[in-house]
């Protein structure tokens, strides 16, 4: 069974910093890209970021381009995200994906709540 | 970036209704679209890919189509648990973008 499990989100103050992480388990994660999406309270959904297996390739959206990083440890089968110089907007659930293709997001972890408050 | 638009914002029907819910890209994205379900608390779910490809266990009740830059998400007959959120998503570019969604309420 595939499952995604995502860590490490809270309160954090404007400017601060913190690092998300996502657990794979049950399929070969080395295999597949990955993906963080995000949702803002009582909103849409956002893509924020994708990487390719060996982590050669990293696609961000452009409202985190510059602070945010993805990366992955495959012989850990994990997935992280570090977030810098947060903001008021940067307020979401953020979602572990796996990444059908290169494109789609077939799997989904439970999400994680970062909080970007004073 | 690509926009995507969906249509309408929110949509009301009863148990046995069919249900059509569009989404309009703002340029060609070949068939480089899917369509997620999603239900309050919970995380989204993959329900259509590549425009028209039912994703495994998803019930054949949900269907997809293309016609140009318009995409329709059809539930041939509503059931309880089909009642959330609808939202596609464009896979044709990066930054991968999604609809604003599509909120399918009980009437």
């Known amino acids: 069974e595939v499952q995604l499990v995502e860590s490490g989100g809270g309160l954090v103050q404007p400017g601060g910093s913190l690092r998300l992480s996502c657990a794979a388990s049950?399929?070969?994660?080395?295999?597949?890209?990955m993906s963080w999406v995000r949702q803002a309270p009582g909103e849409g959904l956002e893509w924020a970021a994708n990487i390719k297996q060996d982590g050669s390739e990293k696609y961000y959206v452009d409202s985190v381009k510059g602070r945010f990083t993805i990366s992955r440890d495959n012989a850990k089968n994990s997935l992280y995200l570090q977030m810098n110089s947060l903001r008021a907007e940067d307020t979401a659930v953020y979602y572990c994906a796996r990444v059908l293709g290169t494109s789609y997001f077939d799997y989904w972890g439970q999400g994680t709540l970062v909080t970007v408050s004073s | 970036d690509i926009q995507m638009t969906q249509s309408p914002s929110s949509v009301s029907a009863s148990v046995g209704d069919r249900v059509t819910i569009t989404c309009r890209a703002s340029?060609?994205?070949?068939?480089?679209l899917a369509w997620y379900q999603q239900k309050p608390g919970k995380a989204p779910k993959l329900l259509i890919y590549a425009a028209s490809s039912l994703q495994s266990g998803v019930p054949s009740r949900f269907s997809g189509s293309e016609s140009g830059t318009d995409f329709t998400l059809t539930i041939s007959s509503l059931q309880p648990e089909d009642f959330a959120t609808y939202y596609c998503q464009q896979a044709n570019s990066f930054p991968y973008t999604f609809g604003q969604g599509t909120k399918l309420e009980i009437k």
């Open positions: 049950g399929f070969p994660f080395s295999s597949y890209w």
């Open positions: 340029q060609g994205i070949s068939s480089w």
